[in-house]
C-alpha cells in the first residue's frame, strides 16, 4: 500500500515537472514582457564620433599636436573634411599625422568661436602674471584677428586627436603697429591652454630666462619639467637667440620646446616640434 502511495505520488511529480519545463519558460517571459513593454527605457551610449575623442594626457597632446604641424595635410584633405561625417573624414586622411581646418566646427565639447577671444585673452592673463609673457603684452580682439579651428589627428588612431583653435593676427594688419601684441599662438580647444606663441614686446634677449620661462609654462600645461636638448648644429633657428628642450612621453616619443628671440622685430617666440 505504501509502496503504491508513493509511485502515485512520484508520478505527480513528474506530471507538475513536465508541466513546468513546458508552461514555466512562457510565463516567466510574459512576466518580464510586462514590466518592459510600453515603457520608455534610456540607457546612455558613446557614438562613433565621440569615440574618437578621449581623454589624452598633456604628455600625448603636445606631442601629437607637435607631429601634426611637423605634417601639416595638404589642403584637398581639409575639403573632404568639409562634406564627410567625422568618422568617414578621418578614413580619408593619409600618412601618420594629419593637421586639418576643423570644417564641421566645435562639437560641444570646445571652445566656441564666440568664447575663443574671450579664453585667448584669460589665458594671456595668466601667463603674464606666471612671467611668461612680458606684461605689456595687449589683449587681442575680435576685429583684429582670425580664429580657426584645427584639428591635430594620429591616423592610425584616429581617436587620438587634439582640437587646438589657432590665432593669427589679420593680414590687413601686418602693416600695423604690433608692438606689445601677440603675432600668433595655438590654443587647446577644450581647456584653453596656450601651447605655441609670437609675440612683439619690449624686451631683449639678455632679459629673458628661457629656463625659469619654460619651467613656468610646463607647470602651466601640467608637464614634467624638460631636459635642455643638446644639438651641434648651430642651424636650427634663424636666429641665433635660442634655447631647446626635449619633453620625454611613452617610449621614444618625445617634443622638443624653443624658446628663442628674433633681434631687430623684438619678437619672442615659444614653439613646439618634433
Known amino acids: 500500500m505504501k509502496k503504491h502511495i508513493l509511485n502515485l505520488a512520484l508520478l505527480a511529480l513528474t506530471g507538475v515537472a513536465v508541466v513546468l519545463s513546458i508552461w514555466g519558460p512562457e510565463a516567466i517571459a510574459r512576466y518580464k514582457d510586462r514590466g518592459i513593454l510600453n515603457r520608455i527605457m534610456m540607457r546612455e551610449e558613446e557614438t562613433g564620433g565621440e569615440g574618437y575623442r578621449y581623454q589624452l594626457s598633456s604628455n600625448e597632446k603636445l606631442y601629437i599636436l607637435s607631429q601634426c604641424l611637423n605634417s601639416q595635410s595638404a589642403a584637398g584633405t581639409e575639403q573632404n573634411m568639409l562634406t564627410k561625417e567625422p568618422d568617414s573624414a578621418y578614413q580619408e586622411l593619409t600618412g601618420t599625422y594629419a593637421f586639418v581646418v576643423n570644417h564641421n566646427g566645435p562639437s ?21 602674471e606666471l612671467g611668461i609673457l612680458p606684461e605689456g603684452i595687449k589683449e ?22 587634439v582640437a587646438v583653435w589657432k590665432l593669427n593676427l589679420l593680414g590687413s594688419l601686418q602693416n600695423a603697429n604690433k608692438e606689445n601684441r601677440l603675432i600668433d599662438a595655438y590654443i587647446d580647444a577644450d581647456d584653453g591652454k596656450i601651447y605655441e606663441f609670437y609675440v612683439r614686446a619690449q624686451v631683449a634677449w639678455e632679459q629673458i630666462d628661457p629656463d625659469a620661462l619654460v619651467e ?3 607647470a602651466y ?25 626635449v619633453f620625454s612621453g611613452a617610449g621614444n616619443d618625445r617634443t622638443v620646446v624653443t624658446v628663442g628671440f628674433y633681434d631687430g622685430i623684438n619678437e619672442l617666440f615659444l614653439k613646439i616640434s618634433k
Open 108 to 128: 560641444g565639447q570646445e571652445i566656441t568661436d564666440e568664447q575663443i577671444y574671450q579664453t585667448a585673452n584669460e589665458g594671456i592673463t595668466m601667463l603674464k
Open 221 to 245: 600645461m601640467g608637464l614634467p619639467v624638460p631636459e635642455a636638448y643638446e644639438s651641434e648644429n648651430p642651424l636650427l633657428e634663424t636666429t641665433p637667440y635660442y634655447k631647446k628642450y
Open 140 to 161: 587681442v580682439q575680435p576685429g583684429s584677428y582670425q580664429a580657426t579651428l584645427y584639428s591635430a589627428i594620429d591616423v592610425p588612431e584616429p581617436r587620438n586627436n
Open 216 to 218: 613656468a609654462w610646463a
